[in-house]
Structure formats: C-alpha cells, structure tokens
C-alpha cells in the first residue's frame, strides 16, 4: 500500500493509496518516457524508463507485501512516517523507515509481521475499508468539534489519539474543573497531554473567561492539530513561549470574534510545569503519570486541583506485579475488590509526590473503570499537611482464602492478623500484606454534590448516573435514601476569592470527609452459597440496613456490596436470606418467618419448654 487517495493497479494487484501523495510522472518534469516510482522518494530512485522501473517494482516492492482480502500491501519508502529521533532529540533528516500501510485504517507498520496481526484483528472484529472512512473524520462531543485523523484509535502509531471511551473521563474532569471556577477564578488551567486538544478546548469553550487554558504536546502533529481544532471552535490559539504565534494570525482571525483564547504550546509537560504556576493541572499520558507527579506538585498553587488519569490497567489491576512494584512501590494481588486496591495504590502514589514538596492532599474523587483510574486531589501547602497526609499510608492485610482484609493500625508493635479463623482451620499461611496504600477516604461528598449541580448545568446527562453513585457511595447510602441538598458553597459568578474565603471552603467541606466510608467492598457473587438462591441485590442492601449496617452500592463492581459489615457478618445475612436451588418463593418466604420466629424464641429471658410450647 502506498500512501494516496488512488488505486494504483501494478501487475494485477490492487495497491491503496491513502495519504497525499503527489506522483511526478507527467511531461513537464521528467524527459518522455520516463517515470518515477511511485513508493519510493525521488532522491532514492530518479525517475527512469518503463522497463527499468517494473524491475525494480519486480525486485523490491512487489516481493515484500502482504495480502489481504484480495489487496496487496506492497513496501512503502516513502516519508510517511516520522524520523527516528536521535538521542539528542533532534530528528535526523532523510532516514525514513520503510513500512507497510494497512489497507482498513490507513495505519502505517514497520514490520511485516506486526502487519499480519494487525490485519488478523481487524478480520476478527468484521471490520472493513467502510469502518475507517478516508480523510479526517469530525467529531461533536459536549458542543465541541473536533478534527480526527483515520488512525485516531491506535495509540502507539497515531499522536494524535483519540478514545471514544474516555468520555465519562472527560466529562468528570470537566466538573471537577467547573466546581474549582466557583471557588475562585480566573483560573491557570493546563492540559498537559493535548493530542486532539478536546478536553482545552471544552474547558475555554463552556467556562469562558473563568478559565485561562494552556494545552502542551511534545508532538508537532498535536500541536498542528490542536490548531486546527481551534479554529474549528471559533477559538483563537495563542502560540505560548515558543515562537510569536498570535501576531502571525492576526490578519486571518476570523470576522465573528473569537469566543475563547487557548494557549497552544509545543514543550514537553516536565518544562511546563515548571516554568509556571497553574491553579488546576490534568495528568493524561499514554500509561502511567508517575514520572509527572513531581513536576506537578512543585509549581501549583495552594488548594488547586491536580487530576490524574493513569491508563496502564495491566499495572494497576495486578496483571503485572513486577511493573506494579517498579512504577507505585506497591506490591499487590488480584483480589475481588482489585479496582478499589488499585484506586487506593495511585492515590498513595499521589501522596508521596506531594509529601516531598512538603504538601498535603484531600482526596476529592477518585474512580476505576474498565479502561482508566482517575484520581483528583486537591493540594494543601505546609509540612503538617504533609505529615497528615503521609499518616494514612497504611499495609492492607488480605486473607488469600476467604478475601477478608484489614488495614493496620499504626505503630511498631501491631497485630497483623486478620479477623477470620481461615489460619487455624488451614495450614500455613493464609493471610498477605499489600501496600502501602491510601488509607483514608476516596470521595468528598460535598464536593460531589456541586459536581452533580455542574453535570446538570452542562447537560452532562451520560455522567449524572455516575456521580449519584459516587455521592451514595461517600455517605454509604442506597440511592433511594440520596437527598439533594444544598451545600451553601456557591459563590457568586465573576468574582474572585480572597485567600480566606478558600480556607473556608476547606473547612466546610472537611465536616463531609470526616464521615469516612467503609473501605472496600465484598461482591456477592463471590461469597455466594453453593446450591442457594441468592436474593436479589437491592433486597440484600435493605436486608443489611434492617440488621444495621451502612451499606451502598459500589460504581467499582456492578455486584459489589460496601459496607461496615465484617465478611462473616456479610455472610450470616447472604445465607439467611438465600434459598436452596428449586424452592419457591412462597415456600422460601414461610420458612424464613419460622426461622426468624424459632430465634426469637430461642433469644426470650427463661426460655422454658411450656413458653416453646
């Protein structure tokens, strides 16, 4: 495949060309009768006569393709791909890596083999040429347009990536964000990993003047992208603190006036953070963020936001145990409440970053889905916030037989059992200790409520559900009991706050963190009885409050339970309740009021055989 929007028919073989590609082959260039090859650049085969050029097509491209679907993929030379950088970081002119150009998404690959499965996967899925339309395609997210090219879904081959999936990840940044403005504005926003520039340019685009937007990429793609997608949004983008972009484009600005500004800047998110002071910063690299944190935690501001997503699940969710170790200094194990262990690890991640400027965090948020952990915090300066902080890293001991755990308690002489009797019915060691993690809380309520109210405002109707869960979640309360109260933390729009006023803000919505939730979480499916019929999840939430627990659904595990219930007490509830395979459920219903009755009898004062009876 070659790089053009054309088909090229070369000895029976279908050829696609998918890029721009312009093949000097006419008269006015070359002398009659002699043409270029179209796969190679000009300074590496000059254009010759016909027969002279089909032996090389014969000797190089032809011999080294791959087949799919009755299309020839033949080598390409061509300067599709970017140069290799060398180690200095300057890229070196005129090597360019022959690759093959997949004929479903236009993707470019070196090797023929990563080619082959590449095409295998795409044959898996049933995906054809219609599912990657040609050109740039245009996408609408929360009234923001944004340019995407046809590799947009291929991470390590695209700069400019973009996941469709990533939205609620998005949207709950943007509230976060939102819920910030309130408190103080005008706000030094940045995004340090741009790409497509989305989540700037939806930020500059609904905030407005509240919000001065900064977006970075190390990539010359991105930022051309990133342009691009700026003046799609009527958004003018500044050229940041490389080269005097603004002045350039003053001529072709628009008529209409722009709605927004951005800062557009080419610098890798390291220098940026350094160099200036932001008041909310989001952490969104391909992977871990890990080698970030520090440069964040040194420049922002007191009480700011910094936000990190952390995309590498392999590692969070103990795929990976020795990536684990090396990246978070963690060592852990696949558990049934693995999403909320990795949740805690990269918020303990996150602690010590910010203990080492001498800076103390409150957790705001923090969320693990399928594809992603998002973990926001907001900062406090000084060393005694940093030494609360630093006090609630904790080992987690966890019992390998029935999932029981237990965060340790401080101190040098602590009991490390766990409150199961799996040790003295088992032989050996049955118990692990995991961490260290973050001990505390993960959610601040109140500041999820003014979440729910910036969602609502913005007509974020995808992310409502989520945030009703979270907010339930930080009061360990059904859905049903969730009231919406006011907060009394709205400020007027347009003014900024003093100092004390952000204090305050802080007082207020420490009252909500101290009412700490349960941590983690038991899944009913894994405690099941063998041979009973579970009840039904709500019912089982309704039957533990009845007996007096908190309890609440967890958004971490669809079948998952949190409450303050010890796993036998979880456990003497689920097989009260649970009928055995074939019963009725009137029949389940008569004994379950006999069983209750007998034990109400059993516990009267001077039971005797006449009051049985």
């Known amino acids: 495949a070659c790089v053009c929007g054309c088909k090229l028919s070369l000895q029976g073989s279908v050829i696609d060309r998918w890029a721009e590609l312009t093949v000097l082959s006419s008269a006015e260039n070359y002398p009659a009768g002699r043409k270029s090859c179209p796969l190679c650049p000009e300074e590496k085969f000059k254009a010759c006569y016909s027969h002279k050029l089909r032996r090389h097509l014969q000797n190089l491209h032809w011999k080294v393709y791959v087949e799919f679907k009755g299309s020839r993929m033949c080598i390409c030379h061509l300067a599709c791909r970017n140069p290799k950088p060398s180690l200095s970081g300057d890229q070196v002119s005129g090597r360019h890596m022959a690759h093959f150009h997949c004929v479903v998404c236009s993707v470019t690959i070196a090797r023929k083999t990563d080619m082959v499965s590449h095409l295998k996967r795409h044959f898996n899925k049933g995906e054809t040429e219609a599912s990657y339309p040609g050109g740039s395609d245009i996408l609408k997210e929360l009234g923001t347009n944004v340019q995407l090219l046809p590799n947009h879904s291929t991470p390590l081959k695209s700069d400019t990536y973009f996941n469709r999936k990533m939205k609620p990840n998005r949207q709950l940044v943007f509230c976060s964000l939102a819920v910030l403005a309130e408190e103080r504005n005008p706000l030094e926003c940045l995004d340090a990993f741009g790409a497509t520039g989305i989540m700037g340019l939806q930020w500059a685009k609904h905030l407005r003047s509240t919000v001065r937007v900064t977006i970075t990429d190390i990539s010359d793609t991105c930022v051309k992208m990133i342009r691009e997608n700026c003046e799609l949004n009527n958004i003018r983008a500044d050229g940041g603190s490389r080269g005097p972009r603004g002045p350039d484009r003053a001529g072709c600005e628009p008529e209409t006036a722009p709605v927004a500004t951005v800062e557009v800047a080419k610098m890798d998110a390291n220098v940026m953070m350094h160099l200036r002071p932001f008041d909310y910063i989001h952490l969104d690299p391909f992977g871990t963020a890990v080698n970030y944190l520090d440069a964040a935690f040194r420049n922002v501001r007191n009480l700011g936001i910094i936000s990190v997503t952390s995309t590498d699940t ?273 029949g389940a219903g008569q004994n379950r009021v006999l069983h209750e009755s007998a034990e109400l009898l059993d516990t009267k004062p001077n039971g005797s055989e006449e009051t049985k009876r």
């Not at 602590?414 to 003295?424: A, I, L, N, R």
């Not at 004390?500 to 009885?529: M, Q, T, W």
């Not at 595990?557 to 074939?582: C, E, H, I, N």
């Open 314 to 586: 392999g590692s969070l969710y103990a795929k990976s145990p020795n990536v684990t170790l090396r990246h978070y200094g963690c060592h852990i194990v696949r558990t049934e409440y693995y999403k909320e262990l990795a949740a805690r690890m990269v918020v303990a991640t996150v602690a010590r970053a910010a203990a080492r400027c001498n800076k103390g965090i409150e957790v705001l948020l923090a969320v693990a889905l399928e594809h992603f952990v998002l973990v926001v915090v907001r900062v406090l300066r000084g060393p005694t916030q940093a030494d609360e902080s630093a006090k609630k890293l904790r080992k987690l001991v966890h019992c390998q037989w029935c999932e029981e755990r237990m965060f340790l308690k401080l101190g040098n002489m602590v009991d490390d059992t766990v409150p199961c009797h799996c040790h003295g019915s088992l032989p050996g060691k049955t118990a692990v200790q995991l961490g260290p993690l973050w001990a505390g809380p993960l959610f601040n309520t109140g500041f999820l409520r003014r979440m729910l109210s910036a969602a609502v405002q913005h007509s974020m109707d995808d992310v409502q559900p989520l945030v009703k869960t979270l907010i339930c979640e930080s009061e360990c309360t059904t859905l049903k009991s969730l009231t919406l109260q006011t907060t009394g933390l709205c400020f007027p729009a347009g003014k900024r706050k003093s100092v004390e006023d952000c204090g305050n803000v802080v007082k207020k919505l420490k009252p909500d963190a101290s009412l700490d939730h349960p941590p983690f979480y038991y899944s009913i499916h894994r405690h099941s009885i063998r041979s009973m019929n579970m009840p039904k999840l709500n019912k089982f939430l309704q039957y533990l409050t009845e007996a007096g627990f908190r309890v609440s659904r967890t958004h971490f595990d669809p079948t998952g339970v949190r409450t303050d219930a010890t796993l036998q007490q979880f456990k003497s509830v689920l097989t009260k309740y649970s009928v055995p395979t074939g019963t009725n459920t009137a």
